[in-house]
Structure formats: structure tokens, C-alpha cells
């Protein structure tokens, strides 16, 4: 009772214009008027995000705490191959343009995930073993994907985890068939199906500087711009355990320096400290092109890794004291 109490004066407290009851009082100030995003904004970068998709944003408080606190979102699952074009180019939307619509509804920002992946991929494109098959397959996706949210995206992210945890290149169908040249195929297939949007090489486990990974995404970036590969940005993701945050301010000081924007893309932290948050917004606010921080879903309960607590609201909707130090790193910096 005591819980269903506290989560329905959470939950009008974030939607309703009515003055709110005492106890509850700070918590409806702050998500009125101190959200992580305005905060961001302020600085002069571009959002904080969140994950999500309808599955979440139509049930609990989340819709009206991502309204409240968040100017982003990027679709947890909706847009993703397995999701858009299970067979050969039969293609189904409905998820996906139900997230695209809740971000122009609700005036978010919108970041695209992924187009080119070797996970959630359907075995028709896993399957392929020729250059020719695997081309036209990669371009006729990116561009009724991109195409479809054309002018509505403000950064896609065009290439998802693509390195193994030395530098190296993974393993993948796309590496196998086509080398290298893959990496070309989708940048340049996404800038012209979509001109306006960002495009982003987004991965995991670039949380240290001198890490193995780090340095290998740093060097191909830079290669691949200088040869003309349209790389706007360096997307890492930022899936933390408790102490990874101390390093985070030089692993992004070190990517960002490497493309023209960056961003932190799928943050949660596994038993986070204050420490741990504080430093992982340092890590953006440090580099004058980090453009955004996205979590990587609202409460800890619906993370993908609930362990640990990795995220901002708890399983109740309520604010954390993680909330309060992203806050207070944002205003710092
Ligand atoms: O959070 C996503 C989860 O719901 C899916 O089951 C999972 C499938 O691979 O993907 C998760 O999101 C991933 C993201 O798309 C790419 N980086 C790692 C994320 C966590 O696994």
C-alpha cells in the first residue's frame, strides 16, 4: 500500500500541474524544474538520454519521467535489424515508429540504433557469403531504415561493436565477407540516405585510455576519416562496474580527440559509487565535443543488467541519490 501510495504521488508529481502534497514536495520540484537534461542543455551540450521503447514508455512512470527529466532518447530494441527486416526485404516498422513518435511528440531528441550489427542480426544476412549479396543487402537496409526517419534523427549510430577487446577487427559476417570495406559501404550508404544526421561508430569497453580497444578505435577513426569516410562521431557506451568511473575523463578525453563529437551512449554502473557518476559526467563536460550522455534505461529494474542498481531511478520510479550527483556534476562543470 505504502508502495502504491508513494508511486502514484510519484507519478502525479511528474504529470500534473496541481500543487503537490508536503512529503513529496522536493522530489515534484526537482522533476519539474532540475532535470538532468535542462542541466545539460545549460552548458551548452545537446541532451541526457535514456533508452527506452514503447514496451517501457507506455507503462509505470516512465513516460512521464523521461518527459520530465530527459531531452533524448535512443530506442533500446525497436530499430535494430532483427526488428525492422526479419526476412529479406520485408520490412516492419510498428515499435520502431511508435518511438520515433513519442521523441517528436515530446520534442526528444532522437539517436538511431544500430543499422549495421553483428548481434540481433537475422541468419538471412548471417548467412551471406558474397560481397555483392552482403552490399546490397547493407544498402537497402540503411537506406529504408534511415530513409523512413530521414530529417527526425540527430545522430544514428551506423556501426555497433565492431572491434575485439585487442583492436582488432571482430569476427563478424560483415568483416568476413567484405573486410575493411564494410566500414566505407555503411558510412557512406548513411550520409546519403540521410544527409542531416550524425553518423557514430559506437562500442563497449572504451572506458580506459591506454585499453587495448581504446586505442584501436582511436586509430582506425582517424584513418578511416582521413580517407574520407564520413565518421561524425565516437559513440561509448559506457557499461560500468563499480571504480571503472575514475578512468572514464581520459578514455573520453582520448576518443573525443579523434572524431568531431562524441558522446557517451548506453551509461549504467554496477554498484556505482558518487565517485563513479561524478566522474563519468566529468568525462563528457571535460571534452568540449562530447555532445550528450545517454542512460541506458530509467529504473534499475528494467536494466538489461539489473544487478547492481546500474541506473538513475529505482524500481519504484523514485529519484536516486545518483540522480542528484549527475545533477550536481552537470551545474559543476
Ligand atoms: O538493452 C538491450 C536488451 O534489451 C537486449 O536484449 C540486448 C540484446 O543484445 O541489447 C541490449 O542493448 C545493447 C545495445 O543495443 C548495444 N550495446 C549493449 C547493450 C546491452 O546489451
Not at 508529481?13 to 520540484?29: G, K, T
Not at 542543455?41 to 545537446?46: D, F, I, N, S, W
Request: charged residues 15%.
Amino acid at each position: 500500500m505504502k508502495f502504491l501510495l508513494a508511486s502514484i504521488l510519484s507519478a502525479s508529481a511528474l504529470v500534473s500541474a496541481f500543487p503537490m502534497a508536503e512529503p513529496e514536495s522536493l522530489f515534484e520540484e526537482r522533476q519539474a524544474s532540475e532535470s538532468i537534461n535542462a542541466a545539460m542543455v545549460a552548458k551548452g551540450r545537446k541532451y541526457f538520454g535514456t533508452c527506452t521503447d514503447p514496451n517501457r514508455f507506455n507503462t509505470g512512470s516512465n513516460g512521464a519521467i523521461i518527459k520530465a527529466n530527459f531531452g533524448q532518447i535512443t530506442p533500446e530494441n525497436s530499430m535494430k535489424w532483427d526488428a525492422t527486416e526479419s526476412s529479406k526485404g520485408s520490412f516492419s516498422f510498428g515499435t520502431a515508429d511508435q518511438t520515433a513518435n513519442f521523441a517528436k511528440t515530446n520534442n526528444l531528441l532522437l539517436r538511431g540504433h544500430t543499422t549495421v550489427w553483428h548481434s540481433q542480426l537475422p541468419g538471412w544476412v548471417s548467412s551471406i557469403r558474397d560481397k555483392a549479396t552482403l552490399t546490397s543487402a547493407m544498402q537497402n537496409h540503411i537506406n529504408t531504415l534511415m530513409g523512413r526517419y530521414k530529417g527526425q534523427v540527430y545522430a544514428w549510430d551506423v556501426i555497433n561493436e565492431m572491434f575485439n577487446e585487442d583492436g582488432s577487427f571482430r569476427s563478424s559476417v560483415f568483416y568476413n565477407v567484405l573486410g575493411q570495406d564494410f566500414v566505407r559501404i555503411a558510412f557512406e550508404t548513411a550520409r546519403a540516405a540521410d544527409p542531416d544526421a550524425k553518423l557514430y561508430i559506437n562500442d563497449y569497453n572504451l572506458d580506459q585510455a591506454s585499453y587495448a580497444k581504446t586505442q584501436g578505435m582511436i586509430k582506425n577513426v582517424k584513418s578511416w576519416i582521413s580517407a574520407g569516410i564520413p565518421i561524425d562521431g565516437i559513440g561509448s557506451q559506457g557499461h560500468l562496474t563499480s571504480g571503472q568511473g575514475a578512468n572514464a575523463p581520459a578514455a573520453m578525453a582520448a576518443l573525443c580527440a579523434a572524431a568531431p563529437e562524441c558522446a557517451l551512449t548506453e551509461v549504467d554502473i554496477q554498484n556505482a559509487s558518487t565517485a563513479d557518476w561524478t566522474n563519468v559526467v566529468k568525462a563528457c563536460m571535460q571534452a568540449k565535443n562530447c555532445v550528450g550522455i545517454t542512460v541506458w534505461g530509467v529504473r534499475d529494474s528494467d536494466s538489461w543488467r539489473p544487478s547492481g542498481n546500474p541506473l538513475l531511478f529505482d524500481s519504484s520510479y523514485k529519484p536516486k541519490a545518483a540522480y542528484d550527483t549527475v545533477l550536481a556534476a552537470i551545474n559543476a562543470s
